[in-house]
């Protein structure tokens, strides 16, 4: 360790280098941990862990668009975290070496990772000012605090109070050792036996103190954790979802069904789900309020109850995700129960400058589209309940937008806050300066699926079957080609509206061979299924699904 040797007179009152990176990488978890419970506790959400992750989405979900990913998935999610993590704790490990000679260095890096979780959770707006500065000074305060700690109890004592005798003067890490310097031939081994027995009791209580300190803050986080959770919990099971003032009947039977088909009503657990949020918001509904103001003569606000309270009506709209690949399953189709827009906009009186609905989340995202939108007859709602529930959490409990015929980054605002009323120039929504289209009206598609692509199915007899959607228009007809050949009309099912995807079937004598099915679809207003292949982004995938399967 030739690095060492300038140093080595000081070396023998320093913290060995593992104990002084345990010690920073200690502080920095406690001090996530206190940035955590501190945010629960004055729910403040995100928190600057969960924030900072949040930042680097809205920084880097843009850069995702060339291969066509608009979102993240769960897992990415998770594991943007548990990186945020490590990151910190190595730099927190750096931090540790730092300050065995820089007695300073703590306080003034903690410092710098407090103003960048504050800033995070700021920075959206979600979290005020004041709450974000309250924890990161909890935060700081505390993890400095652990480190040195930590680095006091790893630092060795000068030999003069081995023995014993009194109590051991309080050496700060740096200082130089009073010790005279040892002689460079034997740094390592001057009286081994006395330094064996006095460090062991001292590293045992080194260990001891860090893995304590550990279990404390993760014990705290959890307890934290449960108690916030609980709150919301308790809130929430006693809403009861009133009748709506107007039902749209789902078809009462189908003229068939063909096994592996989409359900015609997508059930909850299986509708896909997108969004930015690193943590699902937990919103309270007791004390939530939806906002309707900007180009408005009179904003006002509601409250959960009032929401609910409000005459609502319950609609089948298939919504769709921009990201939806040709024979993608980001679409779904479900009940979806609340209060159209035009209720709450005549109410609040819009100006005649009013071009653009603009929509926030709680937690910050946002989304908009034309006025004309919300006004020309098709279904757009503030829906509170899907397929007769509450709205799940994850799905925008307590209130999110519901726009048939839009794809869901330009409409479907879930942990639904603000509706503001604004020009087309005034705002544009989260997606927009990220490289996906301002307007997103959802374009006309068709699915196969049945049979599987590269599955193998018996000779003779064989129902091919999907669904085609042009939410707001309506589907007309559904055509099939096989092995490039005429297109064929399929059947199609019964639906509740031209707001919802339609399941169709073609009964075909499957010959032995490998062969190709292709599918294409009409609108109501005529127009047919645009062909040439388009990738999702800017504005919606187009092209026709093609499978192939052998027989
Ligand atoms: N708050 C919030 N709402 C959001 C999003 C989001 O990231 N945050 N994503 C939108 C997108 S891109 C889609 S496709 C739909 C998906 O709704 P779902 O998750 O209920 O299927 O939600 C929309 N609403
Ligand atoms: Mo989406």
Redesign the pocket.
């Known amino acids: 360790m030739p690095s060492e040797l300038p140093a080595e007179s000081t070396a023998d009152l320093l913290p060995s280098k593992p104990a002084a990176a345990l010690s920073g990488a200690v502080g920095v978890g406690v001090a996530i941990a206190v940035g955590e419970i501190a945010s629960k506790a004055l729910s403040a959400d995100p928190s600057p862990l969960y924030a900072v992750g949040g930042a680097f989405i809205d920084r880097f979900a843009g850069s995702l668009k060339d291969i066509a990913i ?2 993240f998935g769960k897992n990415d999610k998770t594991a943007l975290i548990l990186g945020t993590v490590i990151i910190s704790l190595c730099i927190g490990a750096l931090i540790g070496l730092g300050a065995r000679r820089r007695q300073w260095l703590p306080l003034l890096a903690f410092s710098a990772f407090g103003v960048f979780g504050a800033w995070a959770q700021t920075v959206r707006a979600e979290v005020g000012i004041l709450d974000a500065c309250l924890t990161a000074i909890y935060a700081v305060a505390i993890g400095v605090a652990c480190t040195h700690l930590l680095l006091h109890l790893a630092t060795p004592k000068p030999r003069t109070n081995l023995s014993g005798s009194g109590s051991p003067t309080r050496t700060p890490t740096g200082t130089p050792s009073p010790t005279p310097p040892t002689p460079p031939t034997s740094p390592t081994q001057s009286g081994p036996e006395e330094r064996e027995d006095a460090s062991l009791p001292s590293r045992r209580r080194f260990l001891g103190t860090a893995g304590g300190v550990i279990v404390l803050a993760y014990a705290g986080m959890k307890v934290a954790g449960a108690l916030a959770g609980e709150d919301v919990i308790a809130a929430v099971k006693n809403i009861r979802i009133p009748r709506p003032f107007r039902r749209r009947a789902l078809p009462a039977i189908q003229p068939f069904e063909v096994s592996g088909v989409a359900e015609y009503v997508t059930p909850t657990s299986e ?7 690193l943590r699902t918001p937990n919103v309270d509904a007791s004390t939530w309020r939806l906002k309707i103001r900007g180009l408005v003569n009179t904003p006002f606000e509601v409250t959960y109850a009032e929401l609910l309270a409000m005459p609502s009506i319950e609609e089948v709209v298939t ?1 769709s ?2 990201s939806n690949e040709v024979g993608g399953d ?1 679409i ?1 189709n479900a009940v979806w129960q609340g209060v159209p827009l035009s209720d709450l906009l005549e109410r609040a009186g819009v100006q005649a400058e009013a071009e653009q609905l603009f929509s926030r ?1 709680v ?1 910050g ?1 946002t ?1 908009g589209f034309p006025i004309e939108a919300a006004a020309d007859g098709r279904v757009a709602m503030v829906a509170y309940a899907m397929n007769g529930a509450r709205l799940p959490t ?3 409990f307590p209130a ?1 937008l519901v726009v048939s015929g839009l ?3 330009v409409s ?4 639904l806050e603000t509706i503001e009323l604004t020009t087309w120039r005034g705002a544009n929504g ?1 997606w927009v300066p990220r490289g996906w289209s301002k307007e997103g009206p959802v374009k006309l598609s068709s699915r196969i699926d049945v049979p599987r692509g590269g599955s193998r199915v018996k000779e003779g007899a064989l129902a091919l079957g999907g669904v085609a959607w042009s939410p707001s228009i309506g589907v007309s007809t559904v055509e099939v080609s096989i092995d490039n050949g005429p297109w064929q009309a399929a059947e199609l099912g019964n639906v509740a509206s031209e707001h919802t995807w339609v399941q169709w079937r073609f009964l075909w004598s499957a010959t032995s061979g490998t062969h190709t099915a292709r599918v294409r679809a009409t609108d109501r207003n005529g127009n047919a299924q645009v062909t040439a292949n388009q990738a999702p982004a800017p504005n919606g995938a187009t092209g026709l699904h093609q499978i192939s399967f052998s027989v």
């Open positions: 608009q979102l509708f896909y789900r997108i969004d930015t949020s919504l995700c921009v980001l779904g989340s937690d995202w989304c994850a799905h925008g999110r794809y869901g980054y479907a605002t879930k942990w989260f």
